[in-house]
């Protein structure tokens, strides 16, 4: 019983380096998230899939770029890392009840620094 | 849009002590809500949620959650708090036909003995 799948859980980038961070879901779910978290900043939206083939930006989508590969994955890519993307990252899914999102499931983050 | 806010970033309570995490969310369409817990180096779990039904919802670990519609408010309480409490406590809305949840700040809940 996965739930949500984030890898790698830690990273350290060089200012400019790509990477991605992997997410995967094992419970059917259409909606897919991801986070950042930053001290005194809550968790903020980068980017959202609502299905398949769709995506959306959130707040703080600058500098990243993310692919719904199928219904169970969901990637965020880091172009050219900055020390401004050091933060912890996390992936979340959701269903959808009544056109609303219910409880999301959360994966246990990406902790990531670039330097 | 809809949007959430936490009206206290810390809340330092004494053990055994009633505590009230407060939440007011914006939105003129129907919601639901939520409410999170982060313990130090750990993921989000959840705490409890109010989709539909009695506004007064239980959570784990002793916690429960009043809706209140006219206030747009969904506080958070527990009668008598443990060290164990002692985390980061996030509030949560999802609107309907917004496609996304959307979080509070956070409140950070410190258990002093």
């Known amino acids: 019983n996965a739930g949500v799948t984030q890898t790698p859980k830690f990273q350290v980038l060089k200012t400019g380096q790509s990477m991605t961070l992997q997410c995967a879901q094992d419970?059917?779910?259409?909606?897919m998230y991801w986070y950042r978290q930053d001290p005194g900043m809550g968790l903020r939206l980068i980017y959202y899939?609502?299905?398949?083939?769709?995506?959306d930006k959130g707040e703080v989508p600058n500098g990243y770029n993310v692919s719904r590969l199928n219904k169970r994955e969901f990637s965020l890519r880091l172009e050219s890392a900055a020390p401004s993307q050091t933060s912890v990252y996390f992936c979340?899914?959701?269903?959808?009840?009544?056109?609303?999102?219910?409880?999301?499931?959360f994966g246990q983050g990406t902790r990531l620094t670039v330097v | 849009a809809q949007s959430v806010t936490q009206l206290d970033s810390q809340v330092p309570v004494f053990e055994e002590a009633p505590v009230e995490l407060r939440c007011n969310y914006s939105?003129?369409?129907?919601?639901?809500l939520f409410w999170y817990v982060q313990y130090p180096n750990q993921g989000l779990q959840l705490l409890l949620k109010?989709?539909?039904?009695?506004?007064l919802v239980k959570g784990i670990n002793g916690f429960e959650a009043e809706f209140n519609k006219s206030q747009t408010s969904f506080h958070l309480r527990k009668p008598s708090v443990h060290i164990s409490d002692t985390a980061e406590y996030f509030c949560?809305?999802?609107?309907?036909?917004?496609?996304?949840?959307?979080f509070g700040q956070g409140t950070r809940l410190t258990i002093n003995p």
């Open positions: 979340a899914s959701s269903e959808v009840l009544r056109l609303l999102n219910t409880e999301a499931f």
């Open positions: 109010y989709l539909s039904g009695s506004t």
């Open positions: 419970m059917n779910h259409n909606s």
């Open positions: 899939s609502a299905s398949e083939g769709t995506t």
């Open positions: 939105s003129s369409v129907s919601v639901y």
């Open positions: 949560a809305v999802s609107a309907q036909g917004a496609q996304k949840l959307v």
